[in-house]
């Protein structure tokens, strides 16, 4: 059985990472240029408050 290559797998995800952030960055630069409002980097939501006595996440 052949050994993963983690370090090409991770310098694979890397790169993606990159392309991903320069698109952003792109978008980001020709919604500021033709005047539009920025877009929200994550939707916002309400957290709702755990209430007395639970334990959270479990």
Known sequence: MAKPNYSFEKRQRELA???KKEEKE???AARK???LPPMP????EPESPAEPGQIPGG
Request: zero cysteines.
């Open 17 to 19: 990472k990159k392309k």
């Open 26 to 28: 792109k978008e980001k």
């Open 33 to 35: 240029a033709a005047g």
């Open 41 to 44: 980097d994550e939707p916002e």
